[in-house]
């Protein structure tokens, strides 16, 4: 990041550079409203190793050039971006909020929460090298296309090992669930019909990368070799803030919104994947621009845009967020 945070007080900070974060980031610049994306480099789409259904990509975009390009149409208008990790946030939409860093305070009329979720990944070596090989894949919704045929690993154990397997029967008939738990595999099975349905590797001594692919070796001696393997075995969401603020979770730790992407707590918006909705880039910008309209709507309930005239850019702004 090039451009880093300049002034003290913001129409609104967003929390999180990912694919959310900086499609709204650019959403209220072009609605002439101060923004500052505040990250900590951690985005989930620093592993995408390329993606084949981003839309406007028919050729694939990786994650990194991906989020180089949402970032630099961001910087095109101007969108300071500033790395650093968010410590704490108090204060109000009535009084503004008050947003501590590990290395400043700043002041924000409204606050976006883009911070995502975190994949749980096989404990295992080289294991960087096997998501960026397409040997481990983390989102079958993102990439099942790319393993029709082939021989595929569910890694996991309960309904959502079975699910995940279900969903890549789409895709091929060689479907086996890595079970780390067979007994509750078993049971959970059991409970939705589809004991069984799969064929089952289990008592695993050690997972490995090799030039054939995902290797399993089992405490009999028993060797597997997966095309890829899809891990099953969840994500933490990173609501910790809006948790701290006593903003409104799911069941699943996730940021509940409205029809807005505004949360339980009025001037505090969520967007992206720490929402609970289809874990998508397309969702991703869709929440995004809904989120950056419901702001610069509200804002404009309380006057004019303060932000910094942009050369071209129309003083005609949506009036809602159906607008455009």
Known sequence: MTATANRDSYDCIIIGGGPAGLVAATYLARFRRSVLVVDAGESRALWIPRTHNCPGFPDGISGLELLDRLRAQAQHYEVPLHNARVEHIEGSEASGFAVIL???????????????????IPRMPNVEE????GIIRLCPVC??????????GVLGSGSHALREANFLKAFTDDVTIIADDPARLREEGKGNGEAGAFPVLSGVASMRLSDAGFEVTTEQGEREVFDSVYPALGCSIRSQLGESLGIALDDLGHITVDGHQETSRRGIYAAGDVVH????LAVA????????????????????????SIPGLSDRIAASPSGG
């Open 102 to 120: 590990n290395d400043r305070g700043l002041t924000a009329r409204h606050i976006l929460l883009a911070t995502g979720v975190v994949d749980h």
């Open 130 to 133: 096997a998501i960026a090989r």
């Open 143 to 152: 990439d099942g296309y790319e393993v029709i045929g082939r021989r595929v």
């Open 277 to 280: 909705s289809l874990n998508q």
């Open 285 to 308: 910008f869709g929440q995004a621009a809904t989120a950056a309209t419901a702001i610069h709507n509200r804002l404009r309930e309380g006057g004019a845009a303060t932000g910094r």
